[in-house]
């Protein structure tokens, strides 16, 4: 089945350093593939997005790109704020059929130190 | 403004008790879901619908139940079968089939953190 595999956490970096957060996915067909962000005790929150393969998505300086070839879409960020801080998730929905479910990567912990 | 809202916000239960956490959404949407989240775990479906009326198990079913006879309102019971209740729960919706390539993208609300008496 269809299934979406996160590099663990958690990653601990200092303001201004580079971030990358592999995400590599498992599915048939062409999924859609989003990013989310879940600050402490909050909801989650749509990051990004990419419904086809070279999409990049891109908000709030993060971005990702949709690589079919070798399956999956790393979230990049050049410069990270202590308020990036929070847990990121991958997720990829299969569009066939009427399928509505997510599946979910466990999510990767970034910490960002002053 | 528009968005999904769940309360409480915290909640306890006593032992042998069921206990019902709300969840509205004023976005329109088809589909609502319902998850678990255990800390430094990710999320757990509990049941989703994607129609008024209508709902499916997810993939840790047991010890919940749900209704779905508003459009608006999804709200989750966790009975006294469910034995480890103690958890963040969050609520979601999406647009479904009308909502074209976004079809699948969900919103989440802030959360219920339930735990035990």
């Known amino acids: 089945g269809d299934s979406v595999t996160q590099m663990e956490g958690p990653v601990t970096l200092s303001e201004e350093a580079f971030l990358t957060i592999n995400c590599t996915y498992t599915?048939?067909?062409?999924?859609?593939l989003f990013w989310y962000v879940q600050y402490p005790g909050e909801g989650l929150q749509l990051l990004l997005k990419?419904?086809?393969a070279d999409d990049k998505g891109s908000n709030k300086g993060f971005e990702a790109t949709y690589r079919k070839e070798t399956t999956s879409f790393h979230l990049e960020k050049g410069s990270v704020q202590v308020s990036d801080s929070a847990v990121y998730f991958c997720?990829?929905?299969?569009?066939?059929?009427?399928?509505?479910?997510?599946?979910w990567g466990l999510g990767t912990s970034l910490a960002v130190n002053p | 403004d528009g968005g999904i809202t769940q309360s409480p916000k915290y909640l306890f239960r006593k032992e042998g008790q069921n206990v019902t956490l709300s969840c509205e959404q004023n976005?329109?949407?088809?589909?609502m879901y319902w998850y678990r989240q255990d800390p430094g775990q990710g999320l757990r479906l509990i049941y989703y619908?994607?129609?008024?009326?209508?709902?499916q198990k997810g993939d840790i079913a047991e010890g919940y139940s749900v209704s779905r006879e508003k459009k608006e309102s999804f709200p989750l019971t966790v009975t006294s079968a469910q034995k480890n209740p103690t958890a963040f729960y969050l609520c979601?919706?999406?647009?479904?089939?009308?909502?074209?390539?976004?079809?699948?993208?969900?919103?989440f609300g802030a959360g219920t953190r339930l735990s035990v008496l």
């Open positions: 997720a990829l929905s299969n569009n066939a059929g009427n399928n509505r479910k997510l599946i």
């Open positions: 990419a419904t086809k």
């Open positions: 976005l329109n949407h088809d589909a």
């Open positions: 979601a919706s999406s647009p479904g089939t009308s909502g074209g390539l976004a079809k699948n993208i969900q919103y």
């Open positions: 619908s994607q129609i008024v009326n209508d709902f």
């Open positions: 599915a048939t067909g062409y999924p859609s």
